[in-house]
């Protein structure tokens, strides 16, 4: 099948009526500018707003006020009607400063950081109605599961808890990727919630491999079989595109295995390719690579097993995907002789 | 000729949030806009690539096992025997494939490993810069029978570490040059490096790869002028040339290259992204330098802090305007 870019043809085909409305988009690179711009600009802006308040007790509670003074100016740009993208762009960062300053009163009034965190969730999940840039949804979540995390490791000494936290928001942000929801623009909290899993992993425990190396059974195992009902679910997705059945099949196999082979970081690496094949999207597919050599190097700097077996995993690894891509090849030539 | 109106992921993406198109059907919308046979080649090629990927890495993590009981003889020959094949395989397939190049270039990191063990094995107590320019000088035949630009680009790395590593370790540390003169040598190397690619590209030769290498190379050169430029604004005769001179020069070389660089993207046909780049660099430096002149002019008060603010927002909000109808221009 080849791509449709012919507006007309793709909306006769999803058999909607067009109305004439084209996205503006701005490209890119010209949206980071802006962004920059955005957060130096809002950074000098609230920093002699704090410093006034905030500087003059030992308290946080005093910036209780330049938060509300922050956040009313940010919605009052963000309410006028002809404000083009920079001062949008800005707001939405003031907004956000706003959030934070909020967010540390909280935790310092209470002295709690999961009050804290549970501030940060709420804040989040508010804002997401009304901020839909990826620029600020993207940090907000970053900031607020970064607490979570804290809050996890330091208020409790289950660490497994992390890795379960984890799975669990990266399989709603895979959910929110691949079924978006009507009315709000989600791209930018979905996307933290799917990235931040592997990074994280990569430093938490190693599911199966552990338990190779110290035979004993490990709850980071649990987690990683929330990651393989995720690869699990994108493999049924993705039926959409492999109309071949045993193909399919032995795909759902290899995710499987893999899931019991390979460590939870490299494991949700290899979610993050499946992701870009399902949404067809280029940069997926260059995190997904970086993602991959991300993992394979906090790989080797792990202590808890020996070099020896961590080799032999990824051998294992590797071959399977190896084996794979030549049932794949194989299909593909027997497709265009038909 | 009638333009044809084109739709984008983001459009179906604003159907979905309109209620257009339900959620559930969103992939099979996006769908539509992909190129299937292209992504089902890039699918088998990305899983082969994590396959060799990881067993490439299951062999460096076996060696690595047992490295400290390797003989050193068995170093040299495992690290040699890897460079012969990889070379080797590249000569047979023909320079001009793909495979061969990929090949080609693997060889030329392989020498560095090698060159890397010579200096562990016998511990020649040389300094550091020599690893890396021997390891340039080396492979500079390689480098050019590949006609590749990554190999290319690789090659200035190693070159630039050479370089950085022998103005720290030789001139600074003889006290003939300040150590602030390393960025602004580095920058001009980049720069000639830019000015050559670019030259390559005029001529189509092959060797200047294709549009990536550009901003690549644009992002690393405007990178080190717009640092020296704006650190000039807040430290005193860095380079140790006297006061006018240390200011001066990182300057002029940061509007030299600004200029060239505009007037080369933006005639006869716009390069946006070269564009931006540029001018998110002057945006910084304009944005150091008022901050430096209002800071010291309010006599360094927390409210010079709100103008500065508000300064900074009209030169990003410019330059944002500026980009944005430039942007418009050229779509139309």
Redesign the interface.
């Known amino acids: 099948?080849?791509?449709?870019?012919?507006?007309?043809k793709?909306?006769t085909?999803?058999g909607?009526v067009d109305?004439g409305?084209?996205?503006a988009?701005?490209?890119w690179?010209?949206e980071?500018?802006?962004t920059?711009?955005?957060w130096?600009?809002?950074?000098?802006?609230t920093?002699?707003v704090i410093?006034?308040f905030g500087l003059s007790s030992d308290s946080a509670k005093e910036l209780l006020v330049p938060a509300v003074v922050v956040v009313v100016a940010a919605f009052f740009i963000l309410r006028q009607s002809t404000i083009?993208?920079?001062?949008r762009q800005?707001a939405a960062t003031l907004a956000l400063a706003g959030e934070g300053l909020f967010v540390i009163v909280m935790g310092d009034l209470t002295h709690s950081l999961e009050i804290a965190a549970t501030a940060a969730v709420v804040l989040t999940l508010v804002s997401l109605s009304f901020l839909p840039q990826v620029s600020i949804q993207f940090p907000a979540t970053v900031a607020t599961m970064g607490l979570i995390i804290l809050a996890i490791v330091f208020d409790s000494d289950s660490v497994w808890l992390v890795d379960f936290t984890l799975a669990f928001s990266m399989a709603f942000g895979v959910y929110l990727l691949?079924?978006?929801?009507?009315?709000?623009?989600v791209?930018g909290f979905a996307t933290a919630l799917v990235l931040i899993a592997p990074i994280v992993l990569g430093f938490g425990e190693l599911g199966l491999a552990r338990e190779l190396g110290e035979y004993t059974w490990y709850p980071g195992w649990a987690a990683q079989s929330v990651l393989v009902l995720i690869a699990l679910w994108l493999v049924w997705?993705l039926r959409?595109?492999i109309h071949d059945r045993r193909m399919q099949l032995l795909l759902a196999a290899a995710v499987i295995l893999l899931g019991a082979i390979i460590p939870a970081g490299l494991y949700s690496a290899?979610v993050l390719?499946l992701i870009a094949?399902?949404?067809?999207?280029m940069p997926w597919?260059v995190i997904?690579?970086l993602a991959?050599c991300y993992a394979?190097t906090r790989l080797?700097y792990m202590l808890g097993i020996?070099?020896?077996l961590?080799?032999?995993?990824?051998?294992g690894?590797?071959?399977?995907?190896?084996?794979?891509?030549f049932f794949?090849?194989r299909a593909?030539r027997v497709g265009e002789k038909l | 000729m009638i333009k044809?109106?084109?739709?984008?992921?983001?459009?179906i993406?604003?159907?979905?949030?309109?209620?257009?198109?339900s959620?559930?059907?969103?992939?099979?919308?996006?769908?539509?806009?992909?190129?299937?046979?292209e992504?089902?080649n890039?699918?088998?090629l990305?899983?082969?690539?994590?396959?060799?990927?990881?067993?490439?890495?299951?062999?460096i993590?076996?060696f690595?096992?047992n490295w400290a009981e390797f003989p050193d003889i068995g170093k040299f020959a495992v690290i040699e025997l890897a460079i012969i094949i990889l070379s080797g395989s590249a000569w047979f397939k023909g320079l001009d494939h793909p495979l061969s190049q990929a090949l080609g270039i693997s060889a030329f990191v392989a020498l560095g490993v090698l060159l890397a063990v010579i200096g562990q094995v016998y511990q020649t107590g040389a300094d550091l810069w020599t690893l890396f320019a021997v390891w340039a000088g080396l492979s500079l035949p390689v480098v050019f029978a590949l006609r590749n630009a990554i190999a290319w680009l690789i090659w200035l790395t190693v070159s630039l570490i050479a370089a950085t590593l022998y103005t720290e370790q030789v001139w600074v540390l003889s006290g003939r040059i300040a150590s602030g003169m390393v960025p602004i040598i580095l920058a001009v190397i980049i720069t000639l490096a830019f000015t050559i690619r670019e030259g390559l590209s005029k001529a189509y030769f092959r060797e200047a790869g294709p549009s990536w290498i550009r901003y690549i190379l644009l992002a690393a050169m405007l990178g080190f002028w717009t640092l020296m430029a704006s650190v000039t604004m807040f430290q005193k005769d860095i380079l140790a040339l006297g006061e006018i001179l240390s200011i001066f020069i990182p300057i002029a070389g940061f509007i030299l290259v600004c200029s060239g660089v505009l007037k080369l993207t933006l005639f006869p046909a716009y390069d946006?992204?070269s564009v931006?780049?540029v001018?998110?660099a002057i945006?910084?430096f304009l944005?150091f330098v008022a901050?430096r002149l209002l800071f010291v002019t309010l006599d360094e008060e927390?409210?010079s802090?709100?103008l500065?603010?508000?300064v900074?927002?009209t030169?990003?909000?410019g330059?944002?305007?500026i980009?944005?109808r430039l942007?418009q221009a050229r779509r139309e």
């Open positions: 099948m080849v791509s449709l870019t012919n507006r007309q793709v909306f085909q999803l909607i109305d409305i084209q996205y988009e701005i490209a690179y010209i980071i500018l802006i920059i711009g955005a130096f600009s809002a950074l000098a802006l920093v002699p410093a006034i083009g993208p920079f001062l800005f691949l079924q978006p929801p009507r009315r709000f623009d791209r997705r959409l595109f290899v390719l094949y399902s949404l067809g999207s597919a997904s690579g991959v394979v080797y020996s070099l020896l961590k080799s032999f995993l990824l051998a690894a590797g071959l399977i995907c190896i084996g794979l891509w794949a090849e593909a | 044809e109106e084109r739709i984008t992921v983001s459009d993406h604003r159907l979905v949030i309109k209620g257009q198109i959620s559930a059907h969103y992939l099979a919308a996006r769908a539509l806009l992909r190129d299937e046979h992504w089902r890039r699918a088998r990305s899983l082969l690539a994590l396959g060799v990927g990881q067993v490439v890495a299951a062999l993590f076996f690595a096992f946006m992204l931006t780049m001018f998110l945006s910084i944005s901050g927390f409210s802090l709100f500065i603010g508000i900074t927002m030169i990003f909000g330059m944002a305007v980009l944005l942007s």
